[in-house]
């Protein structure tokens, strides 16, 4: 069985972070490990309590002396401390490398967020495959994407700073009836698209989206054909997700290969 990482945060509520990326690795059978940065708290607001750095580093080299791995899912770093210990780490491996740049802060462009993303920046040039969020996306390419020629132009900006392929994930972020993401490889560019789902049971889309891409990398799986089905796998998760109240819910990671439910996804 291939062995499979996350280098995530821990979400209270178990829809995304390093539970969503474990359980999602096993539905792909694969074996997941899990290295913690952070555990975040999610109340009326979201608090986040950091990992010692002591600690991540022994949890790290507990990885090194006992796994060989196919792939590394690397999601919420939060400290600048954090993102500098991993990328030693990742220095060291050889297998894919999938980053989903989720940026700490979310209050626009304070010298905080300028000094976390730079440093995000630093990871680009390791990774296989970077996959922000459209809000992301904005900010590392410095520009605002409001249509398919505008994420086109961003994922150019995005794949210059270093990874072989970019995921921009527009979700339903962008107008029109289709959630729509785009793979970039830096000469082509491939539209992977679903139907716009009114269910509010998101919470871990992105996390489940890149730790599929992550176990289906592992098995070998090229990128265009990991992207498609791990967009499917995160649709099924969306529309059989656990509502937690009327404006929040999690993806459900066992859905898509629940009984009818894989064979019945819309495709382009």
């Not at 995304?16 to 074996?31: L, M, P, S, Y």
């Not at 889309?205 to 499917?232: E, F, N, P």
């Amino acid at each position: 069985m291939k062995q499979v990482l996350t280098i995530a945060g821990l979400d209270s509520l178990a829809g995304g972070g390093a539970t969503a990326d474990i359980k999602t690795f096993e539905e792909f059978n694969t074996f997941g490990h899990m290295v913690l940065t952070c555990v975040a708290a999610i109340n009326e607001k979201i608090t986040i309590y950091d990992i010692p750095p002591a600690t991540l580093k022994d949890q790290l080299a507990s990885v090194t002396a006992f796994t060989r791995l196919a792939a590394i899912k690397i999601g919420l770093l939060h400290k600048l401390e954090t993102i500098e210990l991993v990328k030693n780490f990742l220095v060291t491996q050889d297998c894919p490398i999938i980053l989903d740049p989720v940026l700490a802060f979310k209050e626009g462009q304070t010298k905080a967020n300028q000094e976390y993303q730079h440093a995000l920046q630093s990871l680009f040039s390791l990774a296989t495959i970077v996959t922000p969020n459209l809000v992301e996306a904005e900010y590392f390419a410095n520009q605002a994407i409001t249509t398919r020629e505008e994420m086109k132009i961003a994922a150019k900006k995005i794949k210059a700073l270093g990874p072989v392929f970019v995921l921009i994930k527009g979700g339903a972020r962008l107008n029109g009836q289709q959630a729509c993401d785009l793979l970039y490889d830096g000469d082509d560019f491939f539209f992977f698209e679903t139907p716009k789902s009114p269910k509010h049971t998101t919470n871990g889309a992105g996390c489940t989206l890149s730790a599929a891409i992550a176990a289906l990398l592992a098995t070998d799986r090229s990128m265009k054909d990991a992207v498609q089905q791990a967009k499917d796998f995160v649709f099924a998760g969306i529309e059989n997700g656990l509502q937690l109240t009327d404006s929040l819910g999690n993806v459900d990671q066992l859905a898509y290969f629940k009984k009818g439910v894989s064979s019945c996804l819309p495709r382009n």
